[in-house]
């Protein structure tokens, strides 16, 4: 098993900077793809990013490309989400996610493990 926990989320003015995190434990050398998704009240779960074990492979969903960059450290099981320029809009409880299986999927179906949450909310 895989345990997930986020950190860092909070409260920033729009076009400010926040980052999140996310630890593995358990067994994390199993995790070969970390992912984040945002579920805003009242809307579905949605697809933010991923990043490959390896971390030289990305995934972004189009509104976040050159706003969020991802960064993992594989050492101390730990990704970030580096989030950028947030707009109100990016208001949401941000997940981390992981997968055994290769590839920067944007499905959430297709990840096993997930942590509990960190909201970020963003004022105007």
């Known amino acids: 098993q895989v345990q997930l926990v986020e950190s860092g989320g909070g409260l920033v003015q729009a076009g400010g900077s926040l980052t999140v995190s996310c630890a593995a434990s358990?067994?994390?050398?199993?995790?070969?793809?970390m992912g984040w998704f945002r579920q805003a009240p009242g809307k579905e779960r949605e697809f933010v990013a991923a990043?490959?074990?390896?971390?030289?492979?990305?995934n972004y969903a189009n509104f976040v490309k050159g706003r969020f960059t991802l960064s993992r450290d594989i050492a101390k099981n730990t990704g970030h989400l580096q989030m950028k320029s947030l707009k109100p809009e990016d208001t949401a409880v941000y997940y981390c996610?992981?997968?055994?299986?290769?590839?920067?999927?944007?499905?959430?179906?297709?990840?096993?493990?997930w942590g509990q949450g960190t909201q970020v909310t963003v004022s105007s």
């Open positions: 996610a992981g997968r055994r299986i290769w590839g920067t999927s944007a499905d959430p179906n297709e990840y096993e493990y």
């Open positions: 358990g067994r994390a050398f199993n995790l070969y793809t």
């Open positions: 990043i490959a074990l390896s971390g030289h492979s990305t």
